[in-house]
T-cell receptor, first 109, second 116 residues
Framework: RKEVEQDPGPFNVPEGATVAFNCTYS??????FFWYRQDCRKEPKLLMS???SGNEDGRFTAQLNRASQYISLLIRDSKLSDSATYLC??????????FGIGTKLQVIP | GAVVSQHPSRVICKSGTSVKIECRSL??????MFWYRQFPKQSLMLMAT?????????EQGVEKDKFLINHASLTLSTLTVTSAHPEDSSFYIC????????????FGPGTRLTVT
């Protein structure tokens, strides 16, 4: 089983739709979780951290389910500018950070 | 967020030559810097982790004599691709962390290397 697994997509959604991605991880000792956004041929940018209690930032909500070992990202009212690849990052304490392959989102007018 | 610069952004070199890529954290002290490589439609692959003033830790399968990393200060790390070959053509990205949480990294804009 891969350390971090994501559905590569693409997810094609109409503008205004709500879309959710999941990311599963295999190391139960993982402590820190993040979502990054990567635009085509650009560097990843930190989108948000994922806390045990969940985290909301505007239209974006991230949640952690330790029992099932997955994190999720929910995007409400999708905008064209949300089109990107969303990378899940898992960081066990004092171990290397692992990036998922990313989920590609395409928001269609 | 923190700012990390990377130079050059794009480089084309001939096979057998060496290329140096610089990564600078502009507004914070980066105790740890990471070097990644990303091939088209693939995920970021960590090449090495470097802490200021100490030798870099390379991931399995990454040749330390081919990819020389120097982290001489808290704001600068360099990656030198020695004797580059066409298969080294890739997108090289550095990131910096203040060491508090290695998952919170700030990425440079990347360097697209093409070896002809």
């Amino acid at each position: 089983r891969k350390e971090v697994e994501q559905d590569p997509g693409p997810f094609n959604v109409p503008e205004g739709a709500t879309v959710a991605f999941n990311c599963t991880y295999s190391n139960s000792a993982s402590q820190s979780f993040f979502w990054y956004r990567q635009d085509c041929r650009k560097e990843p940018k930190l989108l948000m951290s994922v806390y045990s209690s969940g985290n909301e930032d505007g239209r974006f909500t991230a949640q952690l389910n330790r029992a099932s070992q997955y994190i999720s990202l929910l995007i409400r009212d999708s905008k064209l500018s949300d089109s990107a690849t969303y990378l899940c990052v898992v960081a066990p304490v004092r171990q290397k950070v692992t990036f998922g392959i990313g989920t590609k989102l395409q928001v269609i007018p | 967020g923190a700012v990390v610069s990377q130079h050059p952004s794009r480089v084309i070199c001939k096979s057998g030559t060496s290329v140096k890529i610089e990564c600078r954290s502009l507004d914070f002290q980066a105790t740890t810097m990471f070097w990644y490589r990303q091939f088209p439609k693939q995920s970021l692959m960590l090449m090495a982790t470097s802490n200021e003033g100490s030798k870099a830790t390379y991931e399995q399968g990454v040749e330390k004599d081919k990819f020389l990393i120097n982290h001489a200060s808290l704001t600068l790390s360099t990656l030198t691709v020695t004797s580059a070959h066409p298969e080294d053509s890739s997108f090289y990205i550095c990131s910096a962390s203040n060491g508090v949480d290695s998952g919170e990294q700030y990425f440079g804009p990347g360097t697209r290397l093409t070896v002809t």
